[in-house]
């Protein structure tokens, strides 16, 4: 079982992009899906997430009101829409699961925010 990421690439300040997150030999019906980023020289941190059970969703601070994570109805993608990206956006994007209590991450995306 894999996550495969895509969707990212460069975009201007201001610019959108919308990540997605493949589930390849399972669905995602029931877990929990995870969105990190990491930026050079800095640790890995959390941005969204979304429930398997209510669609319920969380955001770090950093990013609420520009970004909204979702799931499709056939439950094999989450996406990540990004819009108002600024500099500080710029990272390697995951997703991330854990399956019988096994993490599962995904390759990685870049988005890079640049003029």
């Known amino acids: 079982v894999q996550l495969v990421e895509s969707g990212g690439g460069l975009v201007q300040p201001g610019g959108s992009l919308r990540l997605s997150c493949a589930a390849s030999?399972?669905?995602?019906?029931?877990?929990?899906i995870g969105w990190f980023r990491q930026a050079p020289g800095k640790e890995r941190e959390g941005v969204s997430c979304i429930s398997s059970s209510d669609g319920s969703t969380y955001y770090a601070e950093s990013v609420k009101g520009r970004f909204t994570v979702s799931r499709d109805k056939a439950q094999t993608t989450s996406y990540l829409q990004m819009i108002s990206l600024t500099p500080e956006d710029t990272a390697v994007y995951y997703c991330?699961?854990?399956?019988?209590?096994?993490?599962?991450w995904g390759q990685g995306t870049q988005v890079t925010v640049s003029s």
């Open positions: 030999k399972f669905t995602l019906d029931y877990y929990v």
């Open positions: 991330m699961t854990a399956v019988a209590g096994t993490p599962i």
